[in-house]
């Protein structure tokens, strides 16, 4: 038989074989991240007819070469253009994450490690990052717990919608700040009641609450005062703050003249007794009131006593603004005395009424009617909270309850919560007060308070509850929550192969490991470090080049055809040798 039939054979095996190559690229033109292959031929073997034959000096015979014949071609290397990088097709999904670079994603089975560069991924039931095809784990690091930074271990299937990540945990409010202007012309400042400043916090447990200060001006020129007067719940109910002393500042007292008047028409002082206008009903019996209250109903007793009491001076509904007025008792040098002392030593017969708030046993100034007029000039106030200076040269801030850096404490954590184990849910607060200033701004005062310090620290959060999660171009996974803040819940893991076509294909756009690409050493790479990058949103489309696959087609095609023409030529050649003999 003729070498030329079979090396005719040979070419068309090796052509269909290329051909095979080029369908199965065309095939997978749009499959995301394949990588398409090439094939390269050499020729199969060659029967050597004559062995080549050196020079002789003696007779100046030159050398031979060597008479070779060739059988035919083989398939010599399928090459994967592993490396070449695909297209980004842009799909909206913020699973769908692409690789730029010539790292892989690493995937898992359960048992074994794979590795891809398709990046369509999803979130499975159990809150799992999953390949979309296979359903396979992604693999990655977690979250080191004790630095809340990414633990670069063994790689393990990243669990992003965990129970623990759904939601980002309360925390109670540990810092506020207040800035702005205090106009000292402004006529809320000035006021009885004085402007209201609201500060919004959290406590441990993520529940909101406002707590209200009052800023008063004073006698004193830049200085004015700041007292917490409620604290209220999200839906407006306030919170009993009276039991916890000092729950803000100390107990200061400011000169601030006040004309107090008594309400003559309704009210009248009987010794102990506050009467009705006429003297004919006791509305307060001081001498059956107990200041020191043993129990809840003698403690209620002596609140509504009290209540009354600053009704028929005009503070109704501002009992302990009236209780903690005082007057300077003539004395040198002078004594300040609170009214709610005062009160008390009426019913202890020390004074025989407001009126004598000198002690000179005078019960009062007479009217002109033949009744005493109890109405009276406060010198000052008590308060617990602390006073707020500025420099009246410059209007800047200058001081507050006589820290200079403007820190004050609110001592919420006082408040008892669980009276189970007198905990408290509250957590003391520094308000700093250094960015207010007193400047003149047309009477009206911008002051405002925030939680947090200028850097967004200590500012406190109710649960959150997750609303995104986003992947940054390390792969760091990323948790954002309504609560306005952020948790990292992971990093996809990458690997790197010294040599990437070394790898062996295992369907489902899989590779797996051999001895010629490398191995995984079972901890991964960052993206990052070797100059690649992902991306969220876009997948890696296939890097087929159908211009060249069609090309390589045409050149298979013609190859194809010339082998075959050889096995035809041949067989009428060995038709012409059969016929020799008729």
Not at 93 to 113: A, C, K, R
Not at 314 to 332: R, V, W
Not at 481 to 493: S, V
């Amino acid at each position: 038989m003729m070498r030329s039939l079979y090396s005719g054979v040979a070419g068309l095996k090796t052509h269909q074989t290329k051909m095979d190559v080029i369908g199965n690229n065309i095939a997978n033109v749009n499959t995301t991240a394949f990588k398409s292959s090439s094939i390269t031929f050499a020729d199969l073997m060659s029967q050597t007819t004559q062995s080549a034959s050196g020079a002789n000096a003696t007779t100046g015979v030159g050398g031979v070469n060597a008479r070779q014949i060739g059988l035919g071609v083989k398939s010599g290397a399928i090459n994967v253009n592993i490396t070449g990088q695909g297209s980004a097709q842009s799909t909206g999904n913020p699973f769908d994450i692409m690789i730029t670079g010539d790292n892989f994603f690493v995937v898992s089975d359960g048992l074994s490690n794979y590795f891809t560069r398709d990046g369509s991924f999803y979130v499975d039931g159990v809150g799992n990052l999953c390949m979309t095809s296979t359903g396979y784990n992604v693999m990655g690091w977690g979250v080191d717990t004790a630095t809340m930074d990414i633990k670069k271990d063994n790689v393990q299937p990243l669990r992003i919608m965990s129970p623990d990540n759904l939601t980002y945990p309360p925390e109670a409010t540990t810092l506020g700040t207040v800035s702005g202007i205090l106009d000292k012309n402004d006529t809320d400042v000035n006021s009885e009641d004085g402007k209201s400043l609201n500060l919004s916090i959290y406590d441990s447990l993520g529940y909101e609450y406002t707590a209200r200060f009052i800023l008063k001006s004073t006698d004193v020129d830049g200085e004015f005062s700041v007292e917490l007067d409620k604290l209220l719940d999200a839906k407006g109910n306030e919170i009993d703050i009276s039991g916890a002393d000092e729950l803000f500042g100390s107990d200061t007292s400011v000169a601030d003249q006040e004309e107090v008047v008594f309400n003559s028409n309704s009210f009248s002082w009987n010794g102990t007794q506050l009467m009705n206008g006429d003297g004919t009903t006791t509305i307060v019996d001081l001498s059956t009131v107990n200041f020191t209250p043993a129990d809840e109903t003698e403690e209620a007793a002596l609140q509504e006593a009290l209540d009354k009491i600053a009704t028929a001076y005009g503070f109704g509904g501002s009992t302990d603004e009236f209780l903690n007025l005082y007057i300077n008792n003539g004395a040198t040098p002078p004594v300040k005395q609170r009214v709610s002392d005062l009160i008390e030593a009426i019913k202890n017969g020390t004074v025989p009424s407001l009126a004598d708030l000198d002690g000179d046993g005078t019960p009062g100034v007479d009217d002109g009617s033949g009744n005493p007029n109890f109405s009276f000039t406060a010198d000052g106030r008590f308060l617990n909270g602390s006073v707020l200076k500025f420099d009246t040269d410059t209007g800047l801030f200058d001081s507050i309850a006589g820290s200079t850096k403007g820190d004050t404490k609110i001592a919420l954590s006082k408040l008892i919560a669980n009276t189970t184990d007198n905990t408290s849910n509250f957590a003391d607060i520094n308000l700093n007060w250094s960015g207010v200033s007193m400047f003149n701004n047309n009477g009206t005062s911008t002051v405002t308070a925030t939680y947090g310090d200028k850097d967004g620290i200590g500012t406190g959060r109710k649960l959150g509850d997750m609303i995104g999660v986003s992947i940054q171009r390390d792969g760091r996974i990323y948790a954002s929550y309504d609560n306005g803040m952020t948790k990292l819940l992971g990093q996809i893991a990458t690997a790197n192969f010294p040599n990437a076509s070394g790898l062996e294909k295992h369907g489902d756009n899989l590779y797996q490991s051999t001895m010629n690409s490398g191995s995984f050493d079972g901890i991964g790479v960052d993206v990052t470090a070797s100059g690649g990058y992902m991306s969220t949103g876009v997948l890696e489309m296939s890097n087929v080049d159908l211009s060249a696959e069609f090309t390589e087609m045409i050149t298979t095609q013609r190859g194809f055809q010339a082998n075959s023409r050889i096995i035809t030529v041949s067989d009428t050649l060995l038709e012409e040798l059969t016929n020799l003999k008729r």
